[in-house]
């Protein structure tokens, strides 16, 4: 990666700051009402825990129980489908979008998704790190080569250790938590190639001083 090329990653961001979120249903059932309008603004989960819930976006029922969808994350209503109220609807229909403005440390969290390699969780199971990595993590620095076996897989009280298949490297980024259980297809670790951690790292200097 060189300065040509991370100026057309910030250029990219500067030219569109935001996500869109599509909102469907859950289930199969009637969108009693909704609760939101065009260009309203809503906002997502709140609280140090999520506790206080987002913005509600609709009612759905089903077998006479109602439940409200609420909004996710923070952002503008766009492509408002009113002609589904009142309307029985089934599983995964399209209600709205949330056009969300992303925030310096999402735009960080983007960049370095598509600048680092990404080791996913192979199915919904909780992860550790081995003891080699740990200790090596512990000592601030952790480099990964092909062949190494650098993380625990514990799914129905068996533990099948992920070996690693990139080019070598250094983990960059810890996308889980210990005893957290993670979802298959997410993020576990960013790997960075060690020579190109300097441009790794000047570009999230220049998102933190440019971003906003």
Known sequence: MKDLEINRILERYRARPYEIYRVETPHTGRINRLLVAEGQQVFGPAGRWGERPGTPLFELERERNVKVIRAQVEGTVTNLRQDLEGQFVEANEYVLSIKHPLSREEVIDLVLKEVLYIITAPERAKYYFTSEIAQALEKGRANV??????LLMSFM?????????????????????INQIVEQGEPLLGIAPEDQLPYIDKIISRIRSEWG
Do not use: A, L, M, W
């Not at 250790?161 to 810890?174: A, C, L, N, R, T």
């Open 157 to 177: 009280k068996r533990e099948t250790p992920i070996v690693y298949q990139g080019e070598p490297g250094v983990i960059f980024k810890v996308y889980f938590t």
């Open 145 to 150: 080569s092909p062949g190494d076996e650098i």
